[in-house]
């Protein structure tokens, strides 16, 4: 998951304004900024990394062809650029921003989601009595599950935030009508829409990187073929190929194109038949239920998502 479902909807009739990022919980503001933040600098590490090592590549190549007046000059700039090299590969470890993408990405989506059913009155929320402590609560069972965020948020915390907004408040007072409507357009429409542009942009993704390594592969396999039947190059071009496509493959895999296409391809489509059902629903307890099961469709993705990385994510259940 590179990042967070991003809210861009327009007015809905009956409800003060759009939902921004600003009208969800402190708590959710600094996750989102922290992971986003986390998730940028890791790449721009892991670009680096594979960067530095095409360029090692590269620069080997040409010993053979180097003057003997610059083979020092030569050789020392290969130590360096290996040396940077292993420089980016420690300071990725060292950092581990990765973990800090993932660990806050886990601790927005969980408070997004107890966000959404707030505002909608949903289990285990539906108490007006009870529901502003359960909600806190909730937060702060969230928070807990990461002993580490409180270090990791420092940086993105925002004073003037509520745990509670005016805005979810004022959503969650609106009639029954007027909730579905802006949860059916402002949630479940919003968020069907962003898991099928995802899902498009990953299978693009995918292709695009298949056919960069497929074609550097028979490129590296023609120019061997030429240099066994002509006695060789004195420049060693096809290491630095399949360099480039190990580097391909290594980049494809981490953006993990082929499986982010087919899990957010399966959220969208699950999404719009909850919607076809939703529209027709009048009664109150049902609406609920369809709450219940957009809420798991979008949270099911990013809980399999930490799940892989040993990262706990809360959501809410029934009777809890």
């Known amino acids: 998951m590179a990042e967070s479902p991003k809210s861009q909807q327009k007015p809905t009739a009956g409800v003060v304004g759009p939902i921004e990022d600003r009208h969800f919980p402190s708590l959710f503001q600094s996750a989102d900024q922290t992971s986003l933040s986390a998730q940028r600098l890791y790449l721009r590490l892991q670009k680096s990394h594979l960067g530095f090592l095409i360029v090692g590549s590269l620069v080997a190549a040409f010993a053979a062809i180097v003057p003997t007046v610059a083979v020092t000059w030569f050789y020392t700039s290969l130590a360096i650029t290996l040396v940077i090299g292993v420089i980016l590969t420690w300071v990725t470890h060292s950092r581990r921003d990765d973990k800090v993408w993932f660990d806050c990405r886990a601790i927005a989506e969980s408070t997004k989601t107890a966000t959404w059913r707030y505002m909608m009155k949903a289990a285990p929320l539906e108490g007006d009595d009870s529901a502003k402590n359960q909600f806190v609560a909730e937060l702060r069972e969230i928070r807990e599950a990461r002993p580490s965020s409180p270090r990791d948020l420092a940086k993105s915390l925002d004073g003037t935030a509520q745990s509670i907004s005016d805005f979810m408040n004022d959503v969650r007072t609106k009639p029954f009508e007027e909730r579905k409507a802006f949860y059916l357009e402002s949630r479940l429409r919003d968020q069907k829409g962003w898991y099928a542009k995802k899902a498009n942009l990953n299978s693009c993704g995918e292709s695009h990187w298949f056919w960069i390594t497929t074609g550097l592969q028979c490129f590296a396999a023609v120019l061997a073929i030429v240099e066994a039947a002509s006695g060789g190059f004195q420049i060693a071009v096809v290491p630095i190929l399949?360099?480039?496509?190990?580097?391909?493959?290594?980049?494809?895999?981490?953006?993990?194109?082929?499986?982010?296409?087919?899990?957010?391809?399966?959220?969208?489509?699950?999404?719009?038949?909850?919607?076809?059902?939703?529209?027709?629903?009048?009664?109150?307890?049902?609406?609920?239920?369809?709450?219940?099961?957009?809420?798991?469709t979008i949270s099911r993705e990013h809980t399999m998502w930490c799940a892989r990385r040993d990262t706990v994510i809360r959501t809410s259940k029934k009777g809890k």
């Open 242 to 296: 399949m360099t480039c496509a190990a580097a391909a493959v290594a980049w494809n895999q981490m953006k993990r194109h082929s499986e982010l296409a087919q899990t957010y391809s399966l959220a969208a489509q699950e999404l719009g038949e909850q919607e076809a059902i939703a529209l027709d629903i009048t009664d109150e307890s049902q609406f609920f239920a369809i709450v219940e099961q957009v809420e798991e």
